[in-house]
T-cell receptor
Framework: GQNIDQPTEMTATEGAIVQINCTYQ??????LFWYQQHAGEAPTFLSY??LDGLEEKGRFSSFLSRSKGYSYLLLKELQMKDSASYLC??????????WGAGTKLIIKP | TAGITQAPTSQILAAGRSMTLRCTQD?????MYWYRQDLGLGLRLIHY???????GKGEVPDGYSVSRANTDDFPLTLASAVPSQTSVYFC????????????FGPGTRLLVL
């Protein structure tokens, strides 16, 4: 079967750095996405990785290792507005997105 | 640009009744999707459409039907609602079906009693 694993919840301090991990087992791989979802709102696109390595976009970076079936999202200089759920999704061999359950990130002052 | 709109925002529905959730996008995207999101679970694909006039079944299609008469609209119908269909429903679209990003509507919160 297909499976995306990410921690259910994480807590971090304002101004700090947090790393959210995602491991996957899917039938084929055609890219990995990270989305942010604030409570009661729609998911919004953060990053996309299809090749191994690090993609940096401002305070957010995403890393991919296809051989290990592993990705992480790195958030720097945390702000209170970063409190949200972070969803990892993998596009499989049928070009469908398989979604993890999401990681709820709580930022404390 | 509105992007993707969904209606209604929320609804309480009696079991056994039918309902259509509406989704409209103004980005001229070819592909559209319907997901449901339940607590503790990832988004699950119900139905999708790669282009106007075609539809396909996702992971959890039972009890739902869709149509794609034109590029902009992708309604989701529950023919006879059951309590297990209580969920938040998100419509999404993407320019194509390759590596393009999916963009989401605001969601419809449905409670079936």
């Amino acid at each position: 079967g297909q499976n995306i694993d990410q921690p259910t919840e994480m807590t971090a301090t304002e101004g700090a750095i947090v790393q959210i991990n995602c491991t996957y087992q899917t039938s084929g791989f055609n890219g990995l996405f990270w989305y942010q979802q604030h409570a009661g709102e729609a998911p919004t696109f953060l990053s996309y990785n299809v090749l191994d390595g690090l993609e940096e976009k401002g305070r957010f970076s995403s890393f991919l290792s296809r051989s290990k079936g592993y990705s992480y999202l790195l958030l720097k200089e945390l702000q209170m507005k970063d409190s949200a759920s972070y969803l990892c999704a993998v596009r499989d061999s049928n070009y469908q997105l398989i979604w993890g359950a999401g990681t709820k990130l709580i930022i404390k002052p | 640009t509105a992007g993707i709109t969904q209606a209604p925002t929320s609804q309480i529905l009696a079991a056994g009744r039918s309902m259509t959730l509406r989704c409209t996008q103004d980005m001229r995207h070819n592909a559209m999707y319907w997901y449901r999101q339940d607590l503790g679970l990832g988004l699950r694909l119900i139905h999708y459409s790669n282009t106007a006039g075609t539809t396909g079944k996702g992971e959890v299609p039972d009890g739902y039907s869709v149509s794609r008469a034109n590029t902009d609209d992708f309604p989701l119908t529950l023919a006879s609602a059951v309590p297990s269909q209580t969920s938040v429903y998100f419509c999404a679209s993407s320019e194509g079906t390759g590596q393009e990003t999916q963009y989401f509507g605001p969601g419809t919160r449905l409670l079936v009693l």
